[in-house]
């Protein structure tokens, strides 16, 4: 199973950006995908985090980013996304996704992660 961010870049406070994960390799279907960031000097947080379970979804965000991200994914297209609006500069960080199966002895994957730079 392999994970690949993208859509990272050099955005000014108040613009907006759309992260691409897509995913590839054979994948347990219940699973939850989510996207974690981590700035310089500080520990790795969780973003957004998203169920898969068929077509039924739910998502949880961090204080931080509560109605400026929202996370989403596309089954389909083995793809999940985050829209990033209203971005600050302390949203300065690299972004990183991760998929996790939920079964006994499930397996947890990362991908690269995409730097993400708000300008002030």
């Known amino acids: 199973v392999q994970l690949q961010a993208s859509g990272g870049g050099l955005v000014q406070a108040g613009g907006s950006l759309l992260l691409s994960c897509a995913t590839s390799g054979s994948i347990f279907s219940r699973n939850v995908m989510g996207w974690y960031r981590q700035a310089p000097g500080k520990e790795r947080e969780m973003v957004a985090i998203?169920?898969?379970?068929?077509?039924?979804?739910?998502?949880s965000y961090a204080d931080s980013v509560k109605g400026r991200f929202t996370v989403s994914r596309d089954n389909a297209k083995n793809t999940m996304y985050l829209q990033m609006n209203s971005l600050k500069p302390e949203d300065t960080a690299v972004y990183y996704c991760?998929?996790?199966?939920?079964?006994?002895?499930?397996?947890?994957?990362w991908g690269r992660g995409t730097q993400v730079t708000v300008s002030s």
């Open positions: 998203i169920t898969g379970v068929g077509s039924v979804s739910t998502t």
């Open positions: 991760n998929l996790r199966e939920i079964r006994a002895g499930g397996m947890a994957y």
